[in-house]
């Protein structure tokens, strides 16, 4: 296969992903990655408390220099970066927006690979190669046809799109010319993978998706850095391409290289303030707003009803309260946890919350009727029925986290906070928000492994 590079748009990303320095990035995109840097790292600090974690934990077999965040161990790079994205992903407390989530996919492909270097990487050079990987996902996910066409014939984009940009996050850190880099992505179509049949039994299958394409991302990168070719045709309209395979109706390959440099796809990406799947936000923030607006109490809601997309439903629309992980993907669950114990984060979802049987008796005054006249993403419409006959609806059409309801830095730290000091002591967690927080600064971003050290082994599953 041919070292140079042609027009293609695969050809003009590799490019644009190779010549990519923290220089060029406008301060805006610099301050919305470091968030989410930190906020990947928080979510897989808490990640290191759950039992997916220390199954996968358990599948390391090669030592090495890489740090399993929240314990005092270190594995091999690739087995590092399969576990800590486990970890980030565990609890549905990591970003989304992009490949969906981006976060639990690049982040510790990167700091995996920085383990190995042989020489200081930067503060500034771990920046930019994030932005790398951002962009690649959500820009493979567009030109696959969007989250709803892709997600709606049974991919797991995290895990689809997810391992080509873990690859070019690695082939951006690591220096690679621009076709070493197009090989790293195409190499990653090869290891694409992740289904949504998880959604049907409660299987913890999806949290595994978010660390395969971290490593498989950073296998394809190692593989490229050594000279194996990838498909140079793989983005074309071919029998097995990538956009054939994974998406049967028309895609849009231009996609991949449009407005480099001036769109960046890390700014697509969203914040999660509830430990719920993206699809339930918008109800619970139109609960919220209700609630609030009215000045009323959870306790005078009679009923909820809830009127939503076919995609919605099939993805969220289960009324569960059982294992952990499907009750992640209940809709009605997180507007019940928040109507009976004022939250959905995190500490909503112990197993003695979610045996609380108001919370079942919550879920059943829930009615969820599918609009089909509603597109796959729409938000759902919220409506509360009161007691006292009063009925009031809402639709949030992009939920906290977003742009365009952004969460407040005052927020984003507190969630840090409690997440962090789920794995590392209070203090320790203070130390590694002030190093994230200057983090182009930053001379080694191995100092960012020692404060990653805790003792999540200590401590209790939260399960």
Known sequence: ?????????????????????????????????????????????????STEFRIARRTAGSPGSARLWGTDDHASARDAALINGVAAHAFELDDAGGCDHSGAVVIPAVLAAVSEKPHPVSGKELIASVVAGYDVGRRILEAAGGYDSHNGLGWHSTGTCGTLAASAAVANLSGFDGPATRDAITLATSFSSGLWA?????????????????????????????????????FNDVWGGFFRSFNKAACQPERLS????????????????????????????????????????AAGIERIELRLSAMLMGMCGAKENGAMAPTQMSLPYALAARCVFGTAGLQAYSAERRADPRVQSMMDVMRLIVDDAMQPLDEPAVTLVFKDGVSVSRTVPRATGSTERPMQPAAVAAKFQELATMSIEAAQADQLWRMLAELENLDDCRRLEVLLAGDADSRPVFS
Not at 16 to 29: G, K, M, N, Q, T
Not at 216 to 232: C, Q, T
């Open 1 to 49: 296969m041919s070292r140079v590079l042609d027009d293609a748009p695969v050809d003009r990303l590799a490019s644009f992903i190779s010549a990519l320095r923290f220089e060029a990035l406008p301060p805006d995109v610099i301050e919305r990655t470091k968030v989410h840097i930190a906020d990947t790292l928080g979510a897989a600090l808490a990640g290191a408390r």
């Open 198 to 234: 998880f959604i049907h039994d409660g299987s913890q299958a999806k949290k595994i998706h978010a660390g395969r394409a971290a490593e498989g991302g950073l296998l394809a990168a190692r593989l490229a850095g050594d000279g194996l070719a990838g498909p140079s045709k793989v």
């Open 258 to 297: 449009e407005d480099l440099g001036e769109n960046w796809k890390v700014k697509r990406a969203v914040l999660k303030p509830y430990a719920s799947c993206r699809g339930a936000h918008s109800a619970v923030d139109a609960l919220e707003d209700l609630l609030s607006e009215r000045g009323r109490d």
